[in-house]
């Protein structure tokens, strides 16, 4: 079993920066890969950034692609999500996922945390 907490959310102007935060604890070992996700009001869920537990490849949305940086804190089991130019249209619940497969099957999911950017 593996337990996602996020943190860090919050309300910011448009063009600001926020870092989210995800501690990871339980069976980290089991681990292959770790992505962010978002969902805003009356739209599924989306992918946002991912990457390989210890380390290897990064993947971003078109949408966030310049913008944002996935990254961990290995001795804290921690993964980041650092996003700057914010926009509006960036507003959503955040997740942090967990995959324990290798498949891209995201099986453990946080809480969520909420961002909120205003115009």
């Known amino acids: 079993q593996v337990q996602l907490v996020e943190s860090g959310g919050g309300l910011v102007q448009a063009g600001g920066s926020l870092t989210l935060s995800c501690a990871a604890s339980?069976?980290?070992?089991?681990?292959?890969?770790i992505g962010w996700f978002r969902q805003a009001p009356g739209v599924e869920r989306a992918f946002v950034a991912s990457?390989?537990?210890?380390?290897?490849?990064?993947y971003y949305a078109n949408s966030v692609k310049g913008r944002f940086t996935i990254s961990r804190d290995n001795a804290k089991n921690t993964v980041y999500l650092q996003m700057n130019s914010l926009k509006p249209e960036d507003t959503a619940v955040y997740y942090c996922?967990?995959?324990?497969?290798?498949?891209?099957?995201?099986?453990?999911w946080g809480q969520g945390t909420q961002v909120t950017v205003s115009s």
């Open positions: 339980g069976s980290t070992l089991s681990i292959k890969a």
């Open positions: 990457r390989g537990w210890s380390g290897g490849s990064v």
């Open positions: 996922a967990a995959d324990t497969t290798g498949w891209g099957q995201y099986s453990y």
